[in-house]
Antibody, heavy 118, light 109 residues
Framework: EVQLVESGGGLMQPGGSLRLSCAASGFTVTSNSMNWIRQAPGKGLEWVSSIYSGANTYYADSVKGRFTVSRDKSKNTVYLQMNSLRLEDTAVYYC????????????WGQGTMVTVSS | DIQMTQSPSTLSASVGDRVTITCRASQSVSSWLAWYQQKPGKAPKLLILKASSLASGVPSRFSGSGSGTEFTLTISSLQPDDFATYYCQQYNAYSPLYTFGQGTKVEIK
């Protein structure tokens, strides 16, 4: 079965760090573009970061310099390292697959909640 | 940055109604436009990609059209399972790579 399972969310203080994981099954993360998308409570969807099949990485301006996306081929897992967390980073973080050439997210994980609060 | 504006923000409709949601881009996105359905507490589900291609397993009552800056999602006959929030999403080669509309909530009339 093709699926994504996120983990690693939690409650953090401002300025703290957290690493989210996205474990894939049924397909290979290195053959697809893998993305992180977040949704603040009661709000819409916001693209956060992408790692393309060729390993190029991209970030929204709101997280550039603070977040880092990476992947581990042997574990078939994508990561989002989140540093210098801010109150406005509070959201459900989704991992999503984008098959090459589609520019659309066809498989989503269940999401993991990140709460930044003092 | 490319802005995506959906209208209406909320739509009240009855089962069996034909429903149309509009998404406008602040500049041309060609046909790089997707539509998603999201229910409370759940991840979004891809409905339409490349403006008009139905995603795998999506019922044929959903359809998409448009190109450039104006796009529509149409539900030909609204079903009870269709009450949800719908988002459009664009891709472009510049940052931010992907932008979502603010969402349209389809409610029971």
């Amino acid at each position: 079965e093709v699926q994504l399972v996120e983990s690693g969310g939690g409650l953090m203080q401002p300025g703290g760090s957290l690493r989210l994981s996205c474990a894939a099954s049924g397909f290979t993360v290195t053959s697809n573009s893998m993305n992180w998308i977040r949704q603040a409570p009661g709000k819409g969807l916001e693209w956060v970061s992408s790692i393309y099949s060729g390993a190029n990485t991209y970030y929204a301006d709101s997280v550039k310099g603070r977040f880092t996306v990476s992947r581990d081929k042997s574990k078939n897992t994508v990561y989002l390292q989140m540093n210098s967390l801010r109150l406005e980073d509070t959201a459900v973080y989704y991992c999503a697959r984008e098959p090459s050439g589609t520019d659309a997210f066809d498989i989503w994980g269940q999401g993991t909640m990140v709460t930044v609060s003092s | 940055d490319i802005q995506m504006t959906q209208s209406p923000s909320t739509l009240s409709a009855s089962v069996g109604d034909r429903v149309t949601i509009t998404c406008r881009a602040s500049q041309s996105v060609s046909s790089w436009l997707a539509w998603y359905q999201q229910k409370p507490g759940k991840a979004p589900k891809l409905l339409i990609l490349k403006a008009s291609s139905l995603a795998s397993g999506v019922p044929s009552r959903f359809s998409g059209s448009g190109s450039g800056t104006e796009f529509t999602l149409t539900i030909s006959s609204l079903q009870p399972d269709d009450f949800a929030t719908y988002y459009c999403q664009q891709y472009n080669a510049y940052s931010p790579l992907y932008t979502f509309g603010q969402g349209t909530k389809v409610e029971i009339k």
